[in-house]
Nanobody, 125 residues
Framework: VQLVESGGGLVQTGGSLRLSCAAS??????????IGWFRQAPGKEREFVAA????????YYPESVKERFTISRANVKNTVYLQMNSLKPEDTANYYC?????????????????WGQGTQVTVSS
């Protein structure tokens, strides 16, 4: 199983980025898996950012990113996206996507079996 994140980079406060997570090698079909995004800044714990159910009908966000971040998926492309708008310096972190063999929305890191290597997002003030 491979999850590959892309789209990170350096952006100014108030800017936008769209992250992608390309999946391959699953035992089951890609749409059997819920997908989540997490982030981790240096010296901080991993933080849940967004999650989407197998068919995209259900999504969940913590208050810290609600109304600014949008998760979506294109099952025909085995890809999940994270659109990030109105970025703030506190959004700076390494962003990871993860897959959970579940059709529901999973918000805990322990619920995810597979993880990508991450993509760095840096928001300058």
């Amino acid at each position: 199983v491979q999850l590959v994140e892309s789209g990170g980079g350096l952006v100014q406060t108030g800017g936008s980025l769209r992250l992608s997570c390309a999946a391959s090698g699953f035992t089951f079909a890609f749409d059997d898996y819920a997908i989540g995004w997490f982030r981790q800044a240096p010296g901080k714990e991993r933080e849940f950012v967004a999650a989407i159910s197998w068919n995209g009908d259900s999504t969940y966000y913590p208050e810290s990113v609600k109304e600014r971040f949008t998760i979506s998926r294109a099952n025909v492309k085995n890809t999940v996206y994270l659109q990030m708008n109105s970025l703030k310096p506190e959004d700076t972190a390494n962003y990871y996507c993860a897959a959970s063999y579940s059709r529901g929305v999973a918000t805990g890191a322990y619920e995810y079996e597979y993880w990508g290597q991450g993509t760095q997002v840096t928001v300058s003030s």
